[in-house]
């Protein structure tokens, strides 16, 4: 099945480690998304990429980046990570931008981050 | 600025009845919304996408409501059953960069008691 994975599920890191989070898809969409979300809280859209155009959101911290080396894979990295970036780091994909169609959006099951 | 409301309350139902989750949002004209599931510790999971020039759609035992005017999309779970328990997110697009992108609202906790 065409789908949307997320490694690893869970991953712990300690304050200041960097990490790296890592998303690929068998959608062949073009669009791939990166949120956080912390309890009880809405997605918010860190950055996503079209095709291989990077947009960043005004309010990312300069401590997340994101590569995507090809149309599969996309990776979060967090080069310094703090104890306020323990959260569940959500991917997406859609097949285009939204425009008017109301593309939607294909979530994988995140990875939930713990900074130690 | 733009803002998505939904009822932080959890909302406790029993089986066999219709849930109604609300969403409300201002300084926004969305051409559509959308209403997403999502279980603990799983991703969101698409349900169903409404246009602005439709007043109602429907899915199975969901169905969703869009009021321009009220800037308000109702979303409705008949006949709910315990597996409809899960948070359920409205979204709507907003405009910028390359590509627009969804704009979540902080989900409704739904209970369904047997």
């Known amino acids: 099945d065409a789908m949307v994975i997320q490694n690893p599920r869970y991953q712990v890191t300690q304050f200041g480690k960097p990490v790296t989070l890592s998303c690929s898809q068998t959608l062949n969409h073009n669009v791939m998304y990166w949120y956080q979300q912390k309890s009880s809280q809405a997605p918010k859209l860190l950055f996503h990429?079209?095709?291989?155009?990077?947009?960043n959101e005004a309010d990312t911290p300069d401590n997340f980046q994101s590569r995507r080396p090809n149309t599969s894979f996309c990776f979060l990295d967090i080069r310094s990570p703090g104890l306020g970036d323990a959260a569940m780091y959500l991917c997406?994909?859609?097949?285009?931008?939204?425009?008017?169609?109301?593309?939607?959006?294909?979530f994988g099951p995140g990875t939930r981050l713990l900074v130690l | 600025s733009q803002k998505i409301e939904q009822n932080s309350e959890a909302l406790n139902i029993q089986e066999g009845k219709t849930a109604t989750l609300t969403c409300n949002y201002t300084n926004y004209s969305p051409a559509y919304l959308q209403w997403y599931r999502q279980d603990p510790g799983r991703g969101p999971v698409f349900l169903l996408l409404?246009?602005?020039?439709?007043k109602e759609k429907r899915k199975e035992r969901l169905k969703v409501t869009f009021d321009t005017t009220l800037k308000q999309s109702l979303f409705h779970i008949t006949a709910s059953q315990p597996a409809d328990s899960a948070t359920y997110l409205c979204?709507?697009?907003?405009?910028?960069?390359?590509?627009?992108?969804?704009?979540f609202g902080t989900g409704t906790l739904l209970a369904v008691q047997p």
């Open positions: 409404i246009r602005e020039n439709e």
């Open positions: 990429y079209y095709d291989k155009d990077f947009n």
């Open positions: 979204a709507l697009e907003s405009y910028g960069g390359a590509t627009n992108k969804l704009i």
């Open positions: 997406a994909t859609s097949r285009e931008g939204l425009g008017l169609a109301g593309e939607i959006q294909y």
